[in-house]
DNA sequence: AACACGGGGCG
DNA sequence: CGCCCAGTGTT
């Protein structure tokens, strides 16, 4: 079975792989920018913001010149924005290091910010042939189901059978082929719910298949816990102008850009709200009125839920907080926003 | 080794 | 509502 596995695969890859914009891509470049917006990413999700990213940034140096601002643009909405900032640090240090060329071998494509092992097993396959067996989680749900490997795939031990397992049949002639066909093969016939194992040229051999168990393959034990968080939003009017300052903690968001607000850890009502010592602070020294307090968003998120609150504000004199830009309502669109704040400025437009 | 990091889709 | 997705960096 070890023997002729990966012509099983290379067969089925043959017939059954997806048309996609990177698939016979040998560009280092475009290969780098699919892999990173394909992290975490499901192609569906990801395949409009590749095309447009291309299309804004066709080179390296096009990133170095644009700034990390304007590539955060090109990713709002696909979240994980480290992975943007990342590549604008990546396009600083390629610039810097290998005159805006992609390096060629494996050790030295690891180095880069925001390649991981996955990353650069990829690159340096697709692009140069490299033999790297890539592992992401269709590879460790594939292998973990046909050989019935019942190692939790989220432990080090998991993993390192897995990727074991891959090298061992990695098709040495074309690595490139083989781990894209592993991938698609995951993506589509073996998927995470309801794999479909009737029509799988794996079906004889497959050790979930012939057991019953695809429901209980790969095992995974770590659990995510989830947490509440409470923003209240200051949505500020002064002189046909708004607020918004930029994130900067090492928090949800780093990099985008936001109304001021306050950040609690529980629901508070409006008369504690505006009595808040950070309330009273944030507008020291003017008049002030709340005009109306409707818009309350729940954002679920993977490992948060956020709450939050956008409250209509006006004062009468500028604020004085060096953190905060003033800009004209329109303009806003010109900064890269979360999805929530996307949602918020969606409703009150179409309102307005 | 555990955790944080987004957003969307699916059962 | 929980799980998953062409994972990585930090602690």
Sequence with gaps: MSDNFAFILLNWYAKNKRSLPWR??????????????????????????????????????????????????????????????????????????????????????????????????????????????????????????IFGVYEPIDSTKGKKEIRQLANKLMCKKNPSAFNQAIMDFGATQCAPANPDCKNCCFSNVCYANLHYEQTELPVKTKKIKTRNRYFYYFHISYQNKIYIQKRKSKDIWKGLYEFPLLELDETIDCEKLIAHPAVQNLFTNLNWEILSVSSTYKHILSHQTIIAVFINISVDKAINNADFIPISFDRIADYPISRLMEKYLEKITVMS
Excluded: C, H
Excluded at 34 to 47: F, M, P
Excluded at 125 to 137: E, K, M, N, T
């Design 24 to 145: 016979e891509e040998k560009n280092p470049y475009k290969i780098w920018i699919s892999e990173i917006i394909l992290q975490q990413t499901r192609v569906s999700q990801g395949l409009n913001y590749y095309i447009r990213f291309i299309e804004r940034f066709p080179s390296i140096s096009s990133i170095y010149e644009a700034g990390e601002q304007e590539v955060l643009k090109y990713w709002q909405g696909l979240g994980y924005y480290t992975r943007a900032r990342n590549i604008y640090a990546a396009a600083v240090y390629l610039m810097e290091n290998y005159q805006g060329k992609f390096p060629t071998t494996y050790n030295e494509i690891l180095k880069i910010k925001g390649i991981g092992e996955y990353t650069a097993a990829a690159i340096a396959s697709f692009a140069y042939q490299l033999p790297y067996a890539v592992i992401d989680g269709n590879v460790l749900r594939v292998l973990s189901r």
